[in-house]
Every structure is written in structure tokens, then in C-alpha cells.
């Protein structure tokens, strides 16, 4: 089955950076091509958001909270996305999950079927 796995989360000072990773396995190169990836985040108390995603072709869509300072991109050949994350503010804390689903990109983290275990990003 597919499995998901976030790294590169920590804690950061505001105005720092980090590089999240998601490996997927499982899916053989050629297939995870054709798949949307997302990253989410959820901070205590509030609802899960939709951070970044990346279809098949290399589009790329953010949320208004994140554009301008955090970039997705994918590498195929390796089976990972990452998330480039600048600027960082403290309400950029939460965990962040990589999901991934066989269709179109969404917002809404419920029409992907498969998730990681998320990472910790506090910045503080």
C-alpha cells in the first residue's frame, strides 16, 4: 500500500527557513508522476488547511497565507515532494502532512485517499 513520510520539520525563528520532504513508496515512478501531491497543516485548536499542491503537469496552486513564501516542487525520479518554506512567521506553526490522490489537485484534504504522519514546524 502507499505510504507516505514527512521529514524536516523543527523548530525555527521567525524569518527562518525549512525544507519539508515527502517520500512516497510504493508507487513506482511512472505512476507517481500521474499523482497530485498537497501539503496540509493543522495547528492545535484549529481545522486542517490546504498549504500547497502540485499536479502531474508541474502546476502548482498556495493558499493565500503562504503564497510568495512557500514554493512545492516534485522530483519524480526519486518519488518526493518538497516544500520550501521562507519568511516563516509563528502562525506558521502547526504539523504539516503530505497526501497524495490519483486525480486533479484539490484544496480539500478529504478527497485524498492517502496521507503521511505529518511533521512538527514551530517557529517561535
Known amino acids: 500500500h502507499v505510504q507516505l513520510v514527512e521529514s524536516g520539520g523543527g523548530p525555527v525563528q521567525p524569518g527562518g527557513s525549512l525544507r519539508l520532504s515527502c517520500v512516497a513508496s510504493?508507487?513506482?515512478?511512472?505512476?507517481?508522476?500521474?499523482?497530485?501531491l498537497g501539503w496540509f497543516r493543522q495547528a492545535l485548536g484549529k481545522e486542517r488547511e490546504g498549504v500547497a499542491a502540485i499536479d502531474a503537469e508541474g502546476s502548482t496552486s498556495y493558499s493565500a497565507s503562504v503564497k510568495g513564501r512557500f514554493t512545492i516542487s516534485r522530483d519524480n525520479a526519486e518519488n518526493t515532494v518538497y516544500l520550501q518554506m521562507n519568511s516563516l512567521k509563528p502562525e506558521d506553526t502547526g504539523r504539516y502532512y503530505c497526501?497524495?490522490?490519483?486525480?486533479?489537485?484539490?484544496?480539500?484534504?478529504?478527497?485524498?485517499?492517502?496521507w503521511g504522519q505529518g511533521t512538527q514546524v514551530t517557529v517561535s
Open positions: 497526501a497524495s490522490r490519483g486525480d486533479v489537485c484539490s484544496s480539500d484534504g478529504n478527497r485524498y485517499p492517502y
Open positions: 510504493a508507487y513506482i515512478s511512472s505512476t507517481f508522476s500521474r499523482y497530485c
